[in-house]
């Protein structure tokens, strides 16, 4: 059993409880799971116990009842028993047409991070997602700076996701054991601070940000070209859609937050710098959450030939984080019983866009993939 | 040192030849060939030291004149020095516009294999490379079929690259090794009748069918989704180009050889079988040598979202398959040196489109590539 | 009040039925319709009266019961009115997987003609509309031929487009006019015989080939490279579809069918011959009737610089044929009401692929849509 | 004869002048001019007469030597004799890696005003043509604001395209008749002021903006549709190249000046507004001048059907405006001699992205041609 809390149901947990229920149905197939149900841990063994948000119109309401802003088709009833708690905003709404309302508006940070781990030592989750939006942030570095944060109450230096690791320590600390997957930009296992207050707290993490969309596609097409050893030229590439995420992204600052991301895939995957532009570009609302990339890609070929890709693509955003997220909850349960806490870099190189730790770079997917395999071991 | 001999002085052979020499030089940087000059055998040490074709129009003349008709730039002074040989035709450019003469149009089949063998002992090459035009062909399946082909002058029943093939056997087991590089869509490497020749005369094959244009690349993003067990809907993939290839796969005949090739890369790297259309699909001679490419493939991601990819390129053709013979020549020699006789899994892997022995599929490309650097070893 | 019979209950005539119903009960807004509801003759006018067909599955069937195969939302129950009635096949359904049933079978072409004539005559159809599977067909250029064909049941040498064809002409002698819609590629308004035919028998022939697909969208592209005095070097265009028509297509025969057409619009366009490739090129079931479609354009600008342009598209088939009838059937009430018989190349120019007469060309579809707006004149 | 002045010797006007002087010898064929050689007035009677810039490495020399950094081919001789004089800068060139240097350095605007129309009356230009790099400006709205900055020498409120107009009509009261082309985005036959001082001066304005690159191309597939009566959900259209006007773009007072163009050509040509994002993306330096291109479009057919277009392209940016001036010039000279002073909507409808004058809308560019011919009269 893998007992699951989440943190911001928004599209992407949405559909993961939504598709989760019906695979345990057998309604559908189990696609976009890399690991499909061949774990150790089976899908019927995952159950969401807990659920947190800060849009005022979602507290206290079902899942079922949110999950319908997300999807036409039928919900599956299951989901009505999961009432959505207050979690923290810290502003990670700020500017978004959402009124928000967070633990923190009547309490310390100190009190806020009491309440959770209490919270979470009744609802007992071994795994606590989060998939927030996209915040404006700076990293830690130190894990007394981030303690100091936390008490000295300066909430504005501090995230939601942020708040949320650190309560997720805590709590693990109490109970021997959990796993916090971070899946949005906000540098947990990238951050110091977090992995050796882990280390020491039994908690596993496993980030940053979900291997969704263009970049792992990005990531294989450029090992493609680098085994052929084919000179990059220039890569463009360009995302459009129109869910919370990209409307978040319009903000500057929350942009701003990728220039803590490490040096780029583009580096750790050619063994060179080229020249690219690799940046969500806008919003576009009725594109929903099927966003619509392209890319273009100049290399030279032998005899100095210069040839051109153009990838284009329709890509539902959510449901391919969702299906990630599956996995990831199995593998944090496993992480836990193997006591592997700290961050997990096998796990990471293959589902995060910015695996952790800060040290580790970039893989091709499919080299990563065999990594994860090798971590699994009976695969 | 690694000697060539070049078997159709088309194309690739000229770019071959013109980038393999401005690299000597160095005028030029090394894109484009895998392995780069991380071999222990150099660029330095390639000498090209014969070439055949059956155009009457290039038969004695040099590679230097030839060579022009294919690139605009400065041909190399040292490639004056090849004069291009009559070889075997057996009506591989039928239908084309082009005046064609074969040593067999005055000689058997046998006698004409002689006079090859004998040229070859002459020349002495560690390594043949067939980059004749595509052909329509009929695998042998036994060396006892072949040999009476050969034998009994059945010369309807057998193809200029199958004609060469058994020559370069002859040639090995004179000499004591040598390698046969199929680049073409003649199966070689994949019918049994050559392999079991190759290991009794300590003859090297690699083939089948150089691994360049789109499906290399098909195979990577197939490999991609494969691993994230999104469910493939359907694959549509185009080709449209101006060299002789495209021109010859307008022939029915030739396109149909299509038939002898293996189970496709759709069901060795999916798993499964999917509706798909990957063909060469026309001729359109303003495009020269730089092919344009499009795929569609429509998928099945987590909660039944589905997604679309499509993939543009334009690709000079010739180049990429030029790039790849710098490696296969170098690596031919090595095989020799370790007596690997037979057809090698682990370069035909990564190299050709149709791998062989027969009975080995299509692995990732990405794989493949680790499979390949641990035989050659010391990468 | 215009009345419409069908011949060919495939998708297009489903989605046609369907589309019109819904529209009629206000359910959905007349996108797809070029002129809209702004003609003198209204949507709420349009009546489906009869439809023939020689599939067995489907003779004696209602348009409701057929449609269910062709659109999974919620049929107008308006459609169990309208049984389809058996047609002519001459073995148009020839190599696909129906089994077929026709007039014919029983009787001579002449009796086959008189019987459509006399259901007719009881339906009082004002327009005729022939959206039949795509055969291969040869015109033939004079009328007395046809009248012999028909007379002597030479049943070889005429398709089941031809005999509607004629069968149109004499309903239309008999009751006083009438139009015929020929929305497939056998030449109709192309081929004198009927539109001289048309001429003497007061009938009206709109054809041939509905402008659906990447066709239009070439031309007014192509036309905008030829404003510009961009010199076309060369277009590849591709299309893949899952439909019954793409099934079809497979059929080289049918493939022929292109042979008799006019002239490329790249000719009529860009005032010049250039290479081109543009045909239908595969059949793939996952597709459906959402084809997808592939063109690459590369084109000289000012000062030798060389451009491209690439175009991919999922289309539609189906609906897009299926909203240009709409405005067809009232264009061709309103060509009976002003008696102009023969065939009307103002409206053929913007509906059409091949629009007729024979000696007309295609134009660029922006200028064609001027034309049709003058001859319809207070828009 | 026409005589040409130039303003802003880049990119744009070296690709002019020396694809200009290449088909006046018989070189090149006159591609990616609309009009060809069909004026009265023909390409042998083109002059260019002078130039000018602000570049301190451009100035004092000549055109063939600038030109040289643009074009790697044989520069045209006859472009030794014109020397590049110092033009009016204002901070045109602020956040460029350039070193600028003005008239205005040392003398008040008005006397840079008078230095230039005295400049002018020496070299005797027909027409001025206006090819700086984009600016940040704000419109004047009124001639006497206008003349106010000009004589207040208020130098932080007007821009060197301003300067340069307001000197044009100047000139043109002086000598009878002139014609100022702005193919830049700066407000000029949108701006009510210089259109009233244009009327009273004998200067013909064409402009603004020159309608290149994706833009005219998005609004003729958008007429495509409309005429369609397809309706359009949603646009995106991405641009990025290496040209020096992506680099000032990335400038975001730069990119503002869009704020001041008038309501977009999606509602002028759909007849509706609809959700789109349409702007320059982006600088990749190894792209150069020929930028890369792409467009999604969705929209609704018949019986609400979704369908999809992607456009891609690679598009040279400067011979694309280069080739509109070979025109520009001929119709400039050619509305002097009619007196049509002031704006010329049937010329800016189809030779610009924002044609002035303010009141006047976009057209489906394919109609505009039509209205062009007409206004040309003789073609």
Known sequence: MVKVVILGQGYVASIFAIGLERIKNGEIKPYGIPLKNELPIKFEEIKIVGSYDVDKSKIEKSIF??????????????????????????????????????????LSLKEAVERLVEEWKSLKPDVIVNVCTTESFVPFGSKDKLIETIEKDKREEITATQVYAYAAALYAKEVGGATFVNAIPTLIANDPAFVELAKESNLVIFGDDGATGATPLTADILSHLAQRNRYVKSIAQFNIGGNTDFLALTDDERNKSKEFTKSSIVKDILGYETPHFIKPTGFLEPLGDKKFISMHIEYISFNEAVDE??????????????????????????????????????????????????????LPRILAFEKLKQWIGNL
């Not at 153009?310 to 593998?331: E, F, K, M, Q, W």
């Not at 836990?336 to 796990?347: A, D, M, W």
Request: net charge positive; charged share 25%.
């Open 65 to 106: 009842e949110v999950a319908k802003n997300y999807w036409p088709g039928k919900i599956p009833e299951t989901l009505k028993d999961i009432k959505i708690k207050k979690g923290v905003h810290l502003k990670s709404l700020r500017n978004l047409p959402i009124e928000a309302e967070g633990l923190e508006d009547g």
């Open 309 to 362: 890709l153009v990838i284009n693509g329709r890509i539902n955003d959510s449901p391919a984080l969702a299906g990630l997220i599956v996995d990831l909850v199995r593998l944090g349960k496993m992480a836990i019983q193997r006591k592997e806490f700290g961050t997990l870099y096998p796990v990471n190189a293959f589902y995060m866009k910015n695996p952790g730790p800060k040290e580790m770079c970039n």
